[in-house]
T-cell receptor, first 115, second 116 residues
């Protein structure tokens, strides 16, 4: 089945620790995105990548880092510099390239809780 | 700088009636618009989209209208069903180059409740 997979579904982290959220897609999409959702809030863009080995900061990139070494993978690291990391994190992918007007497909999300 | 805004946090309608969800944007570079539906603790699912070269797109019970001069789009659901109760997000993207190229920006969402 083609799709986008986020793991783990639930993640607990101690304060001061870095943690990496996984996002894998087998849709052969060029573009990938990371969003954060807080209770009662919309989806805020953290980082996005249009192509392998390239990525751009979104609206709330501080305290986060990403890599895009492979087309199918876009891991997000939440660093200890992120002041309020507890949130629901969503990864998405989109065809991109010449297929510019397409929808983005989302994973099921990772709930990160700092304890 | 909220470039995509959904100013109504919630909407309540009766089953069978029309639901109208609104969205405003400020970035004139946006040229493709999408609506998503989301349940708690799940990823959003795509509903319908519209390109800036059109002013209307229809798919079954869902119709999206785009008014470029007003930088406004709306989603109409007719007839509304209890199963439509969810959070609805509008989103916009730009492909005309510049710093926003490929960026997909979402609004804050509107909670739709359809009462039986």
């Amino acid at each position: 089945d083609g799709g986008i997979t986020q793991s783990p579904k639930y993640l607990f982290r101690k304060e001061g620790q870095n943690v990496t959220l996984s996002c894998e897609q087998n849709l052969n999409h060029d573009a990938m995105y990371w969003y954060r959702q807080d209770p009662g809030q919309g989806l805020r863009l953290i980082y996005y990548s249009q192509i392998v080995n390239d990525f751009q900061k979104g609206d709330i990139a501080e305290g986060y880092s990403v890599s895009r070494e492979k087309k199918e993978s876009f891991p997000l690291t939440v660093t200890s510099a992120q002041k309020n990391p507890t949130a629901f994190y969503l990864c998405a992918s989109r065809a991109g390239g010449e297929d510019k007007n397409t929808e983005a497909f989302f994973g099921q999300g990772t709930r990160l809780t700092v304890v | 700088d909220q470039q995509v805004k959904q100013n109504s946090p919630s909407l309540s309608v009766q089953e069978g009636r029309i639901s109208i969800l609104n969205c405003d944007y400020t970035n004139s570079m946006f040229d493709y618009f999408l609506w998503y539906k989301k349940y708690p603790a799940e990823g959003p699912t795509f509903l319908i989209s519209i390109s800036s070269i059109k002013d209307k797109n229809e798919d079954g019970r869902f119709t999206v209208f785009l008014n470029k001069s007003a930088k406004h789009l709306s989603l109409h659901i007719v007839p509304s069903q209890p199963g439509d109760s969810a959070v609805y997000f509008c989103a916009a993207s730009a492909h005309a180059g510049g710093t926003s190229y490929g960026k997909l920006t979402f609004g804050q969402g509107t909670i739709l409740t359809v009462h039986p």
